[in-house]
């Protein structure tokens, strides 16, 4: 059986795959980005929790991380249109479907990267905290 950290960034994944681009989780840069674009969902860290005794629990702000990568003459849009996606999604369910207390998003810092003999890529990594609760660190 999955921990609840697990289990809560599959679903987070999963709300991922239903967008346009191709989400992958943990993969390496594909060599061919599609036009819609990548997104790559790092694992990230979980961070120190803080702990409450009675009962005991452990509330974790939880640092994941989304890896946007698009490429093409149209970049930009692309790239706009892609993180805005991804905001509608995480605001249409800040809880996955009650897994988590709040997930909430950064703003991503986008840089151009240029690839020889090919256009140019546009990327950001988009931190999204997981708040969550578990009655073990392990569980």
């Not at 950290?5 to 989780?25: D, K, N």
């Not at 890896?67 to 800040?94: K, N």
């Amino acid at each position: 059986m999955p921990t609840t950290r697990e289990t809560i960034l599959t679903v987070l994944h999963t709300l991922l795959q239903a967008l346009p681009a191709t989400a992958l989780r943990g993969n390496v840069l594909p060599e061919r980005i599609p036009a819609s674009g990548v997104l790559i969902l790092r694992d990230g860290e979980p961070g120190d929790p803080e702990v409450t005794l009675s009962p005991l629990r452990y509330h974790y702000q939880h640092r994941a991380e989304i890896e946007a990568v698009v490429q093409g003459a149209d970049r930009d849009a692309t790239f706009d249109t892609l993180t805005a996606s991804i905001g509608s999604a995480l605001a249409a369910d800040r809880t996955l479907g009650g897994l988590c207390d709040w997930i909430e998003a950064e703003a991503p810092r986008p840089v151009d990267l240029p690839v020889e003999g090919a256009a140019s890529l546009k990327a950001a990594v988009i931190p999204v905290v997981l708040h969550y609760s578990m009655a073990d660190p392990l569980g």
